[in-house]
């Protein structure tokens, strides 16, 4: 029973360097989201996915960007990372596009660029 | 546009006590309403949802949350709680849509420690 699976789980950057957040889910889930969680502000959409090879851009996509080359999972990229990109980032997906679906979450990855 | 507003940012309780925790949205149409939970170190678990129907729901847990249109609110609450549900709860919205992605819009959240 993986559900989501998120790698890493934690990362410590410098600014300007770049990395790339993995995020696989096994429940052949149609629809993919990436979120980052800040203290105070509840959970942002940064990317999502509709489907394997369409991404499209949420509330906060500045800084980043991702790709989905194969349904079961969803990159995102930090090209030269920011200090103001420190958050935990959280990967969901869900199985169709109807409101009435949950949305199943992996466990985060904590990143904090200095 | 939807916006979510949790007026708590911190509620302790003691154990086996009664707790609300309160949720406001802003839409211009209809929404469908959830609540998740986050334990440490995990990701978010829903806990429960409004569709559509009647206004109180019940979850997973002993949680139930009422839906009032007039009041734009949408609160959790549970009878009496345990050490167990320590953790941080979001109340988030998101339009019915028919094709798509869901974009849920989520609150601050309410951080719920229940002390012994």
């Known amino acids: 029973n993986a559900g989501v699976t998120q790698t890493p789980k934690f990362r410590v950057l410098k600014t300007g360097q770049s990395m790339t957040l993995l995020c696989a889910q096994d429940m052949n889930h149609e629809y993919m989201y990436w979120y980052r969680q800040d203290p105070g502000m509840g959970l942002r959409l940064i990317h999502y996915?509709?489907?394997?090879?369409?991404?499209a851009k949420g509330e906060v996509p500045d800084g980043y960007n991702v790709s989905r080359l194969k349904k079961q999972n969803f990159l995102l990229g930090l090209e030269s990372a920011a200090p103001s990109q420190t958050s935990v980032y959280f990967c969901a997906s869900s199985l169709t596009s109807y409101s009435n679906q949950p949305q199943h979450f992996g466990d985060g990855t904590r990143l904090s660029i200095l | 546009a939807q916006s979510v507003t949790q007026l708590d940012s911190q509620v302790p309780v003691f154990e086996e006590a009664p707790v609300e925790l309160r949720c406001n949205y802003s839409?211009?149409?209809?929404?469908?309403l959830f609540w998740y939970v986050q334990y440490p170190n995990q990701g978010l678990q829903l806990l429960l949802k409004y569709l559509s129907g009647s206004t109180l729901v019940k979850g997973i847990n002993g949680f139930e949350a009422e839906f009032n249109k007039s009041q734009t609110s949408f609160h959790l609450r549970k009878p009496s709680v345990h050490i167990s549900d320590t953790a941080e709860y979001f109340c988030?919205?998101?339009?019915?849509?028919?094709?798509?992605?869901?974009?849920?819009?989520f609150g601050q959240g309410t951080r719920l420690t229940i002390n012994p």
């Open positions: 996915s509709v489907g394997e090879g369409t991404t």
């Open positions: 839409s211009s149409v209809s929404v469908y």
């Open positions: 988030a919205v998101s339009p019915p849509i028919i094709q798509g992605a869901q974009k849920l819009v």
